[in-house]
């Protein structure tokens, strides 16, 4: 997993590329200016996150009949290959979509990177939950914002509310006493 | 001169003979003609430059009346003619001019118009024709370069005391021109003299005389380019002056406009901040995200992966398939042989056991470690995001109030002069003004080098001459011719100045009760008139009230020119000018009117005014009593009470 060219079409292309500062000579097919990422691997990365945390997941529409596709090359995903497992892991381990128990989820998570269709199942997972994030950034920012300032305004919100809803200074706390125990 | 009478036949719309008297009167010395517009004002202005110069400034240069004109039949005839009669210096004058027009059937042509002066013998009753030249003669009464000053319309009067050949007019009026006349005529007198000395013979006279040729002429190339240089040097002063006064009112914009481009480059440097601050909270906002925003999935997955722990102890880094290379190869890595079913391969397949797949505690151990490494990595996520946007946030204000600033000062600066330009044509004029002052220098040091050698060639021809006894007949009539040269500059010069300062007190005391503002004028050594103060904006009105400042004081002046020096026998009289003037307020307010009022019939001997009614009731509060005779000129009416263009009538 995480080691061949990846593509993905249709509106989450367009998406991604909304969300994405491109290289200059990339085909920009989204309407927005400001990208509030810096590469697609962060979003790639951080998308299934926040669909997960938004319980949201999301397939391919096939009522879509864009053409727009994006992706990524072999190269990029195998250098951000022990977080990219990182997160899939945990995915696997927090998502309850899947109606298993919590010995299933570690299973499937440890014990099965070796067996194809474990992985193949994996990965659809995190593709959906990659397309929810998706859609949800899109939301919040593509759909909301109109100026610079706008989505500035827009990236320190979410992350300071994020930081609020979660209380995160004592959660990392105790996150990290959980991990030394 | 006083102008007694004018009587115009068929002048333009003049129909007829038409007369008009004014007034001699020493006291009641003003005539007003008030007439509407088109009525024929100004006609009667250029009506005395006719008569006097033979000018005609008609866009139409036809002079008869377009109606008499066009009632001619074919071979008939008919004469313009103006009869100016005049007093001038105790005698009594009479100008005509007469042009006839013949009509040839489809065009009316004029001859070349004829003039002549009569005067009045002693008896009063006999008029003598002047048998020699007609221009001289008025030259002689008044000049034309100086009718200007005395004959002008409305439009002219702001010009006045801004033209250049002003210098030869004044100089006339003052007398002056005679000194400068004698002075030239004496001039040639002397090299005519010198020419005529006789050195035939003499090689050594020859030789100074050849020399002196080669040094007067170099003298007189150096005086014409110092004439030159000197010009230049004096407007590039000007310019500079000029330059240095709009400089010093325009110091506050100048501080502006330098706080306008520091500001060009403070608001470039944000904007190119803000977008440093965009990229830097964008780059920070990517980083460590997924790490940041995973805690809370994070602690469900540590709280689930720490219940189902079976964390044995194994060596760390060791995968199953290490183990199964080392069984296969039946020796340990510290040396020890593997056989099958021994206790060693007993360990070692516990060992196995410890790894993935069959045990993934050390999996889960390396995903904690892992996962320990992403926390504190997202650690100061939030606070790098809100330092980040913070700064934006400080920039983009900055900004702002940089903008604002910036058009605030745009608004202020609208209209404004560029200082910068006024400094370029400052600094031009200050470097031109040193080359050519250096010139100046330059020259008037090879002027003093040329005098000595002609002084000593003069003097070594003087030796010579005096061996030949013609010769030294000529050298005493060049001392005589020389002296008299000498006697004739010094009173010129003393004259020249004291007319100078005489005419800028008498100019100065008009000004200042005409104009009702605070400023000083300066008569310069060309006779312009400037302010002592350097402006940049006058209004025709100003130009105007100068002039006639100018103007009255000329006239006063010339009044009393040559008879206040009582030391010396006076010579010239008293010179008496009128002053006839066409709408001369129309560009001044009312209250410059009512001062100018005071002082005109004051200063000139006579006054004749030509004015629209609503500009004479001002002028009227003030000059009625000194009013001698008024006039209407009224359009003829057609039969529906319609004005004819065409025809005037003086009543």
Known sequence: MFDKDMQIRGKYATYWKALTQLPGNANDTSSNTFKVFENYIYVYMVAPIIGLLHGKRAQYDPADDSKDTAGMLAEIQIKNAAKLKYIYRLIILTDDSQGLTNEEKINWAFREDDNEDSVKRGMELYTSYFFGGLEILYNEFVNECITDDDYVRKMYEIVSEFKDEQNIDDLTVDVEALLRS | ?651
Not at chain 2, 499 to 508: A, F, P, Q, T
Not at chain 2, 618 to 632: D, F, L, N, R, T
């Open chain 2, 1 to 651: 001169m006083l102008i007694k009478r004018l009587i115009l036949k068929n002048f333009r719309q003049y129909i007829g003979e038409q007369k008009i008297d004014f007034s001699t009167d020493r006291e009641k010395n003003v005539t007003v003609l008030i007439g509407v517009n088109t009525s024929g004002k100004t006609t009667l202005i250029r009506a005395f430059e006719w008569i006097l110069y033979n000018k005609n400034d008609f866009d139409d240069k036809n002079l008869l009346n377009k109606n008499v004109a066009d009632g001619m039949q074919m071979g008939e005839t008919q004469a313009v003619r103006g009869n100016l009669i005049i007093e001038h210096e105790g005698v009594e004058y009479e100008i005509i001019r007469e042009q006839i027009y013949t009509c040839t059937g489809s065009n009316v042509r004029p001859s070349v118009s004829k003039a002549y002066i009569n005067y009045l013998q002693p008896d009063g009753q006999t008029r003598t024709q002047i048998g020699s030249d007609f221009d001289t003669n008025i030259e002689r009464i008044l000049p034309r370069a100086l009718s200007s000053y005395f004959f002008f319309g409305g439009e002219r009067v702001g010009a006045i005391s801004s033209r250049e050949d002003i210098e030869a007019s004044v100089k006339g009026l003052m007398g002056l021109d005679v000194l400068s006349n004698a002075m030239s005529h004496l001039r040639t007198v002397i090299n005519k003299l010198k020419k005529s000395m006789d050195f035939s013979g003499d090689e050594n006279a020859n030789r100074a005389q050849k020399k002196l040729d080669g040094a007067t002429k170099q003298l007189q190339e150096c005086e014409d380019e110092l004439e030159t240089v000197s010009g230049q040097v004096e407007y590039y002063q000007e310019e500079k002056e000029k330059y240095a006064a709009l400089l010093r009112a325009n110091e506050e914009t100048a501080a502006a406009q330098h706080r306008r481009e520091q500001l060009d480059d403070v608001i470039k440097n944000l904007e190119t901040r803000i977008e440093k601050d965009k990229k830097e909270l964008i780059s920070a906002f990517s980083r460590n995200s997924f790490a940041f925003f995973s805690l809370p999935l994070l602690k469900s997955a540590v709280q689930m992966l720490n219940e189902a722990s079976d964390d044995t102890e194994s060596v760390p880094e060791m995968t199953a398939a290490s183990i199964d290379y080392i069984l296969r190869r039946h020796r340990c890595i510290c040396g020890t042989l593997i056989s099958d079913g021994s206790a060693a391969e007993q360990n070692l397949l516990q060992e196995k056991a410890k790894q993935p797949p069959e045990s993934i505690g050390s999996l889960v151990r390396r995903y904690r470690e892992q996962a320990m490494e992403y926390i504190s990595s997202s650690d100061d996520y939030y606070d790098i995001i809100e330092d980040k946007f913070s700064t934006l946030r400080n920039d983009q204000r900055e900004l702002g109030f940089r903008i604002d600033e910036r058009s605030a000062l745009d608004e202020s600066l609208k209209g404004a002069k560029d200082v910068a330009f006024l400094e370029r044509q400052y600094q031009n004029a200050e470097t031109r003004l040193k080359e050519f002052e250096q010139n100046k220098t330059t020259l008037l040091q090879s002027i003093g080098s040329c005098k000595k050698d002609i002084a000593n060639y003069e003097k070594a021809l003087e030796s010579y001459g005096k061996a030949n006894e013609k010769n030294a007949r000529i050298a005493l009539n060049v001392a005589y011719a020389q002296a008299t040269f000498d006697w004739v500059a010094e009173a010129y010069k003393s004259r020249e100045s004291s007319v100078r300062s005489r005419l800028e007190k008498k100019v100065n005391a008009n000004f200042s009760r005409m104009y009702h503002g605070n400023r000083t004028i300066a008569i310069d050594e060309k006779y312009r008139v400037k302010y002592l103060d350097v402006t940049t904006e006058e209004s025709d009105g100003l130009k105007a009230v100068k002039s006639f400042a100018f103007v009255s004081g000329l006239v006063d002046l010339a009044k009393e020119a040559l008879t206040s020096d009582k030391s010396r026998e006076a010579d010239m009289g008293p010179q008496y000018y009128p002053l006839v003037m066409d709408a001369p307020f129309s560009n001044v307010d009312e209250t410059h009117i009512r001062n100018i009022s005071q002082i005109l019939p004051a200063s000139a001997e006579q006054v004749i005014i030509a004015v629209m009614q609503k500009d004479w009731e001002p002028a009227s509060e003030i000059m009625a009593p000194v009013v001698g005779k008024s006039y209407q000129i009224e359009k003829q009416l057609d039969q529906d009470g319609e004005e004819i263009d065409t025809i005037s009538y003086i009543r």
